[in-house]
């Protein structure tokens, strides 16, 4: 067992609001200047939607991610020999119209506009050329919908629905709407690792944040197709990738990382996850159904004995492991099994996680949907029954978070339909009463986990939600020895071992 810690931050969609203030806390930071104007490392999207880039979901296209074929594992994008005669051709980028043309808007024209019968405009002016420009999209150009179904029917995710289901959701007063922050997912097994032909990004050991090294890097842009999640971007200034880097320099002085802190919704929660490293080549090379639970089951409990005395084998931290033992991640993915990876299918073992959105299913049952044939719309208990029976849109949100895998969302559905339950009967008739108790317990939690998931997602406070470890930068590899020479350890190690001969 190779005990490796990892920084993960949690996201609890249902209480996101769409505010996009951490894209913007995110950018203030990180990529406010020359060639990075259209980098998002935190993006908000709109659901079903097209996404940023636009239709990044879009495999066939972009080849991201792995495939696993004949008992192997191998980048879709290409093998090694095929990377290196494809140096200088590589068509699986997505284009600046799958972005956007980065704009500033010239503010001097409100001052020195010649008088005229009409108010003066700020200009929209190419942040490239400088020359006026038609802004015909954004980041966020499909935010809300933008009032239209034409984003909606654009999403790559709906395309694997039925024709049936598809419409259903299309239909404009039903169609379901949920936000879906992002960030680059630090991966275990990352794609854009395994891709670089200049080995310029690594993930560190000591937090598994992957980074790129800028001097290293050669604008190749390998990573930027090999990402399935598009969240590596080439700066067209410096001719250099550049990425998210989970605020490394604020979680090495005890700061959440920007998007988290700032977060509106408080729908973000930081800590540490203990893995076993040994186990990244076979979680990764699983049939699709089962990819979750490999992916979970590799994350170890920090209170069990053996793991601990692995970790400290292992050189982690003894704050790192106290750390681990409080961690709301933990809580959410693992004890109380609530949250999941986003498109487990990529098989890059994406580590931040997500609590799929209850607010979708409920409205499609306040609506009485199609698909949920409810006199008693109202009635929770009715709903939590009928769960199993809704196909929509638990078999799209199945699409996002579980490999097509709905029992996977039912459950987690259900566990959070209990805990709404539970707290409306308590707070409203001051008592909790047999059948709510049962739904409860069907639903496989006590009334104790009720309770503290009602407290950690509700009333939760910067420590509960934030618990960062010390990092104890005497011990840290980066300030005695080049980062890159112990490239050996976690990521890279599992990366070429799966990799094999090719
Ligand atoms: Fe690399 Fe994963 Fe981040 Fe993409 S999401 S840049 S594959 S670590
Ligand atoms: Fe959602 Fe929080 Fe970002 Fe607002 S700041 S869009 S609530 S993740």
Redesign the pocket.
Known sequence: MKVRAQISVL?HLD?????????VACKNIWTDRKGAEYMWWNN?ETKPGTGYPVRWEDQETYRGGWEHKNGKLRLRLHGRPKGLVNLFYNPALPKLKDYYEPFTFRYRNLFTAPASGQQPAAEPVSAITGKPIRIESGPNWDDDLSGSGVFAKNDPVLESLPGELRDQMLELENVVMR?L?RICNHCLNPACVAACPSGAIYKREEDGVVLVNEEKCRGWRMCVSACPYKKVYYNWSTGKSEKCILCFPRLETGQAPA?AH????R??YVGVLLYDADRIPSAAAVEDTGLVDAQLNMILDPRDENVVSAARENGVPEGWIESARHSPVYRFVKEWRLALPLHPEYRTLAMMFYVPPLSPVMNSVARGKVELNLPEAQSGLKAFQEVDDMRLPVRYLARLFSAGDEARITEILKKMFAVRMYKREQSVTGRVGAEVQEAVRRSGLSPGDVEEIYRLTSLADFEQRFVLPPYPREQDASTWADPLSRKGGVGFTAVREILGGE
């Open positions: 996201f209480k996101c609001i769409g505010c996009h203030t951490c894209s908000v936000y922050p998007c700032s977060c509106v919704g729908i973000r």
